[in-house]
């Protein structure tokens, strides 16, 4: 990445703020090091010159002196103003311990010969690559520490009476590794900067891309979680349009259907209406055989009217308008038609919120429910029961403005290979003359008209279980 694109207003300001961090981290260390290395350099004072007692003992005080300063410097550089101002204060750390050591050359026997010039060399190198000085930080500590050490020779010649030419050897010798060694830390520095300031800033556009690419991988994530929902709801919308032209078409059937039907079933009423009023001239041996057949023959008529009536009502769906109407009472009727099913075979559990009210024809819904109920009882008739109770559960609840009415039972369910055909008309799984498989599709057009959803959810010999879904709003 080119070094301009890099080299930033955002970069510069979060390099900065890194800078402060890490080098606030480095003073800890470089403390530490110039508080444990300052009373250490007694070894050295009792080796040059401990034959000056008086002179190491001041040595040795003047640097626990200067070991105590650095710790109170420590301290300050942990204060707010210490945060503000930490480059200065690496300027001045770095004075403390060469400012003793230049005393230390001025007031030994040696003067400009003394080794602690060594000393000088040592604090410019381990301050400069601790504290990560910048190249006019490195020449300003390279040029204090040339002047030091200047000041300490000359002031140690002109109190012994000596004159600069006296200096020349030792002195020129110190001067040039001290230059030396400014130098080196000096162009240290400067590269030494530009190599972390670089790393610094490929590392951030790094993080920067990274950041920018999981926020983009969650948009992505988040749309695809909204694509794969839509996707299921035009499924859904697919499905029950399908459902919904199944159910057209089956009206549509129907209506000529009972039109041809109802013709003749009229003549046969009107037929056994006649040979009931003629049936007082059939021989008295002949009379039971007559009845009983006329009877059969009623019967048959009958169950024919019923289909009719429910296909009329296929037919019509919308002949009746939509009302509040209490799920409670609902519930209540639908269980009262069906008491006779119930009755010492099934227990039934109500579990309804108070007042939960649901836009729908009455009568409609309560034909639901019923065939809910009957179809709940025989699953639970077909199956064999041990410690478990027959039972049918009927709960209600309210989420997000919406009703839903549950209709459950712990009989047969229903078989995977037959739920995408529960609701088609006249499918069903019952023996022949149990039933015509127009309950559900009925049911599933009741439901429709009210502008809501009926699901199942079902395991084959554990349970079964019919949602209906009315929506809060038209």
Known sequence: MPSHVLDTQEVRQAWAR???????????????????????????????????????????????????????????????????????????????????????????????????????????????????????????????????????????????????????????????????????????????????????????????????????????????????????????????????????????????IIHEINNPLNFATTGIFTLKKKGKHVASEQREEYDEILKDVEEGITRVKNIVSDLRLFTHPDSEGRDEVDVLEVVTSALRFVSNDLKDKVAVEVKLPEHQIVRANKNKLIHVLVNLIENSVDAIQAKSFNEEKPSIWIEGRTENGANYLVVRDNGMGIESQYLDKIFDPFFTTKDVGQGMGLGLSISYRIIQESRGKISVRTEPGKFCEFTLEFPAKE
């Open 18 to 256: 890194h800078d402060r961090d890490v080098t606030i981290s480095n003073f800890k260390v470089a403390c530490t090091i110039g508080a444990l290395t300052m009373p250490a350099g007694v070894v050295l004072d009792k080796a040059m010159y401990g034959n000056f007692p008086g002179l190491a003992t001041q040595f040795f005080q003047l640097r626990m002196i200067c070991a105590a300063l650095i710790l109170l410097f420590l301290g300050i550089l942990l204060t707010p103003f210490g945060h503000k101002h930490y480059r200065f204060l690496g300027v001045t750390l770095f004075m403390l311990p060469a400012t003793f050591i230049a005393w230390m050359i001025y007031k030994s026997p040696d003067g400009a010969a003394s080794p602690y010039y060594a000393g000088l060399n040592l604090v410019m190198l381990v301050l400069a690559f601790v504290l990560h000085w910048t190249f006019w930080e490195s020449f300003t500590a390279a040029s204090l520490v040339l002047l030091l050490y200047i000041g300490a020779s000359v002031a140690h010649a002109g109190t012994h009476g000596l004159v600069l030419s006296g200096l020349r050897g030792d002195f020129i010798n110190n001067i040039y590794f001290l230059v030396l060694t400014g130098v080196i830390v000096m162009v240290g520095s400067y590269f030494h900067s530009r190599t972390r300031f670089r790393e610094f800033a490929f590392r951030y556009e790094l993080d920067k891309n990274k950041q920018a690419l999981e926020q983009t991988n969650q948009k992505l994530d988040h749309q695809n979680k909204e694509l794969a929902d839509t996707i299921q709801k035009l499924t859904e919308a697919e499905s029950q349009l399908v459902q919904s032209e199944k159910m057209a078409s089956l009206g549509r059937m129907s209506a000529g």
